[in-house]
């Protein structure tokens, strides 16, 4: 019984043996081929701490910002690489492009957006990128006819799709949840889209749609992944709705179409269509 014991010991040992004696870059790269970002991000980092001028980290570095939608910490990193005198490669000229016209920056993504159409002389979509933003008042002309206010729906997450439905609002929403097990998405560090449902009001101040709390919606058919944007038919008494599927294929993890029925105060699925 003992020697069971020793035996078990000397395998976590060894295994922890192991993971320390892994090079922290090896294990960083690995991280990040999984869009394992956030813990990427912090192998990354202590990388850095101790070898503050190893440029291919900071290329990753930047990246993984980058796909966590933390463009003024990519843009930090980026802007940290160019002072040291480096040129960026073709893919994160375009990232840093993309990460400077969130921020407003417009001048210096166009700057880098035509250094990428230098390179790609026929790449449609980048001229599309330049041409909008030195023109970009002309885009801004019929937005003086709008207001847009943010409504009580609106968080520092995503809230996406909104549909109506009876006399309220579909949406969809990676908002964090009180929950004892969290599932979090690896890439942005954020829970993964859910359907949410939110009761209409009327605004007498205003004379605009406002709404209530929001609530979780068709529950019965969370997914564990990603799930919207939904559409409903048959006068409300049904919808088809995208999810991530729960299953991984040789071509990793795919999406379907779902249909789903009413049943009184909740939804069945009926069947899915792979897409």
Known sequence: MTGCMVIALNGVCQSTVFNILQDPL????????????????ELYRSSLAKNPNGSQTQLKLAECYYQM?????????FNSY?????????KDMFY??????????YDTAVSYYKQCLEKEPDNEVISQKIWRLNNIHYLYEDSAHYSIRPIAVNTTFGELC????????????NRKETE????????TNAPFY???????????????????EPKGFARTLKSKFNIGPVAFFDKGK??????????????????????ATSMGHTWKLRFALPL
């Open 96 to 105: 840093y492009a993309e990460a400077q016209t969130v921020l407003n920056n």
């Open 180 to 187: 004892l097990f969290e599932n979090v998405n690896g890439k």
């Open 238 to 259: 049904r919808m088809v709705f995208v999810s991530s599927s729960e299953r991984t294929s040789t071509k990793g993890r795919t999406l379907g179409l779902y249909f």
């Open 82 to 90: 160019l002072n040291k005198g480096n040129a960026l490669p073709e």
């Open 69 to 77: 939608k933390s463009y003024e910490k990519s843009v930090s990193v």
């Open 26 to 41: 090896k294990l960083a790269d690995k991280k990040f081929e999984q869009t394992n970002y956030p813990e990427a991000i």
């Open 194 to 212: 859910q359907l949410y449902i939110v009761p209409k009001k009327k605004d007498t101040t205003t004379q605009t749609g406002a709404v209530r």
């Open 162 to 173: 909104p549909v109506p439905y009876q006399k309220e609002i579909v949406f969809v929403s």
